[in-house]
């Protein structure tokens, strides 16, 4: 089975600041890491994603995301947040069996205060 | 633009009434999937289907009904058998195979009410 944990329901921070959304994993094989986000009302839109090789992943509107596999987490970074980065993220994972489902976690709202 | 479009947006039905949501993509990906939002529940996955004339159950396919007769669509209809009905529904796509480290493209959702 496969599942992840994203342990804040909400993270607050300054515009300007950087940033820290957390996601942790549990296993059995290797993972495929994803980060999506997902603005009120609409579907989810992919930010970076975790296959092998480099640690620290970059994807769209500087985000970047760390995999470490000793504490099985993929946390996602912003060096300095922006107002417009409010929204819900997801972490999610995937696996080259069981059909290549992707098991999400609960979400993390993000809000972004000036 | 290649993409996924679900429609309605915005669906409302009386109770006891089956509904059909529409999933259409224009990405020609095989694979296709759909999930329920609840708040604080992130998503939770419906029926999925690899190749066309197939589909499995997800995680909560009870009281839910699909079908997938071409590559492009994959309706998915809300029976009465469904006991909690009201959600926002997510349809997804991806490449598959050997590409499962390929993300999912989602469409803009579909909200259902049912009263």
């Known amino acids: 089975a496969q599942s992840v944990a994203q342990p804040e329901d909400q993270v607050n921070v300054a515009e300007g600041n950087p940033l820290t959304v957390k996601c942790t994993y549990s296993?059995?094989?290797?993972?495929?890491l994803f980060w999506y986000v997902q603005y009120p009302n609409r579907g989810l839109q992919f930010l970076l994603k975790?296959?092998?090789?480099?640690?620290l992943v970059k994807g769209s509107y500087g985000f970047e995301a760390e995999f470490n596999k000793s504490q099985t987490s993929f946390h996602l970074k912003k060096p300095s947040a922006l107002v417009s980065d409010s929204a819900l993220y997801f972490c999610?994972?995937?696996?080259?069996?069981?059909?290549?489902?992707?098991?999400f976690g609960d979400g993390t709202t993000l809000t972004v205060k000036p | 633009d290649g993409g996924i479009t679900q429609s309605p947006k915005y669906l409302f039905r009386k109770e006891g009434q089956n509904v059909t949501l529409s999933c259409e993509q224009n990405?020609?990906?095989?694979?296709m999937y759909w999930y329920r939002q609840d708040p604080g529940q992130g998503l939770r996955l419906i029926y999925y289907?690899?190749?066309?004339?197939?589909?499995q159950k997800g995680d909560i396919a009870e009281g839910y009904s699909v079908s997938r007769e071409k590559k492009e669509s994959f309706p998915l209809t809300v029976t009465s058998a469904q006991k909690n009905p009201t959600a926002f529904y997510l349809c997804?796509?991806?490449?598959?195979?050997?590409?499962?480290?390929?993300?999912?493209?989602f469409g803009n959702g579909t909200r259902l009410t049912v009263t």
């Open positions: 997804a796509s991806s490449r598959q195979g050997s590409s499962y480290n390929s993300p999912l493209h």
């Open positions: 296993v059995s094989g290797n993972p495929y």
């Open positions: 975790y296959i092998t090789g480099d640690n």
């Open positions: 999610a994972v995937r696996l080259n069996t069981n059909a290549g489902k992707s098991t």
């Open positions: 990405l020609n990906h095989d694979a």
């Open positions: 289907s690899q190749i066309v004339n197939d589909f």
